[in-house]
Structures are given as structure tokens and as C-alpha cells.
């Protein structure tokens, strides 16, 4: 019966990622040119998870607090990912992360998938939206690795939410990684413990023509092609209106 009900889920979560990707067939290029296949479902994936940053920003229920912005090494933003679950609970997305290099702006963009998983009595499915701010050196380094299993050596916790976040200062602290999360559907909590991010292989083909190395790339020593500047932008207009908010604090 268990198993029964884990290839039930996995067939659903599948199911609903290939339609996910199959609907984004074409997108348009730095250059106004139209692009089709894999590359376009990349670039609709970065111009996706600029609108959810812009977005989670705004929102006056889960807006990130500019102090947070100010102190983040990276950030890893994953559209539409999807949450399903029938006894199993469990996620699967693609996305997109950058990090932020010293006096040498944001690296190119890196792409990665999220899988994780877990056990209790849950119903549903929805697609949510997520931000990952990586907050600390050891955080980043571990986002570089080739497998990083999220809450397995540093912490991961929902992030402090209003325009400022001087009452909440754990996240200063210790915390690894702070989420924030747009949902659709219903569905009762976003648990990201244990959830594996590794590279995305195929969506790096798609995007840089060949397999560049994803800790090079958030490294900064990936030469960031012309088709990332708007999402780059997103990411620089975002931290540099936090760093702005907080000048006088």
C-alpha cells in the first residue's frame, strides 16, 4: 500500500512538472529574437523568478525586510515549484540562484534543481513560489557544492517578514538560509528541511551552450551573458533599494 501511494505521488508531481515546462515553448531573447525549447523555458524561468522577488518584496504579508536583503550572500529564487502530497508530502522545482561577489556585483546566474520530501498526513497540491537567502559564508559554500541537502549543517528557517526586522534578530545570528514563500492551493506548510539543491545540468546546457561548473559560475568566474541582464538587474534593483532603506538605521 505504501508503495503504491509513493509512485502515486511521484506520477502526480512528474505529471505536473512536464506540464509546467511544456507550456512555456518559446520566450524572447536580449536581442528581441524569439527562442524556443529548453533555452526558452530557462529564460521564462529567470524573467519568472524576477516577477516572485518583485513580488515577495512588495507583498505586505511577507515582505523582506530590507536588513535582511543587506546582509544576504546569495539568493536562489524557484517559480512555480511544486508541492504535492497524498500521505507523502513532498517538492520538486527548478531555479535560479546568484551571489553576490565583493566590490564586483552579482555572478551569473546559476541553475539548480530542489527535490525533497516528507512523511505525514497530508492532502493536497499546489505550485509555490520561493526565495532562499543564503545568509552567512558557510551557507554559500555549501550552495556552491555539488549537493547541498538544506538544514543539514546549518539552519534554514522561515524568514522575518516587514519592512524592518529589528524585534527579530535570530536570523543575525546563526541561520544559514531564510525562506520566503508566495502560495497557491491549499495546502498546510513549507518545510524545505532535508530538501537536496543541486545543480542543473540541463538547464546549463540550455542556457550557457556547454556545462559550465555551478560553484564557478556563483563564483563569479562565469562571464554573464547578455540574455541574464534583466533578471541581474531585478536582483541588483532589489538590493540596492534595501541597502538604501536601511542607510539611516
Not at 541553475?111 to 516528507?118: C, D, E, M
Request: aromatic share 6%; glycine share 10%.
Amino acid at each position: 500500500m505504501k508503495k503504491s501511494v509513493v509512485l502515486l505521488f511521484a506520477i502526480t508531481l512528474t505529471a505536473a512538472t512536464a506540464i509546467g515546462c511544456s507550456s512555456r515553448k518559446t520566450a524572447v531573447n536580449a536581442q528581441g529574437q524569439t527562442v524556443t525549447g529548453p533555452k526558452a523555458e530557462v529564460l521564462d524561468r529567470m524573467q519568472q523568478s524576477s516577477k516572485v522577488l518583485h513580488d515577495i518584496m512588495n507583498a505586505p504579508d511577507s515582505e523582506i525586510p530590507a536588513e535582511v536583503l543587506k546582509s544576504a550572500k546569495c539568493v536562489a529564487i524557484v517559480p512555480s515549484m511544486i508541492k504535492g502530497g497524498f500521505v507523502v508530502g513532498g517538492q520538486h522545482g527548478r531555479g535560479v540562484a546568484t551571489c553576490r561577489r565583493p566590490n564586483a556585483g552579482w555572478s551569473a546566474p546559476a541553475f539548480f534543481t530542489l527535490t525533497g520530501g516528507s512523511w505525514g498526513a497530508q492532502i493536497g497540491a499546489e505550485g509555490v513560489d520561493l526565495v532562499m537567502l543564503i545568509m552567512n559564508d558557510e551557507g554559500m559554500q555549501q550552495l556552491m557544492s555539488n549537493q547541498f541537502k538544506v538544514g543539514a549543517s546549518g539552519s534554514v528557517a522561515a524568514g522575518p517578514v516587514g519592512r524592518h526586522a529589528e524585534a527579530s534578530t535570530d536570523w543575525k545570528m546563526s541561520t544559514g538560509v531564510l525562506t520566503y514563500s508566495r502560495t497557491r492551493g491549499l495546502f498546510a506548510g513549507l518545510d524545505l528541511n532535508g530538501a537536496v539543491v543541486k545543480p542543473d545540468e540541463d538547464s546549463t546546457v540550455a542556457f550557457y551552450g556547454k556545462n559550465v561548473n555551478f560553484s564557478d559560475t556563483l563564483a563569479g568566474k562565469v562571464t554573464t551573458p547578455a540574455a541574464a541582464q534583466t533578471f541581474l538587474s531585478s536582483v541588483r534593483q532589489a538590493f540596492r533599494e534595501a541597502k538604501q532603506e536601511t542607510a539611516g538605521f
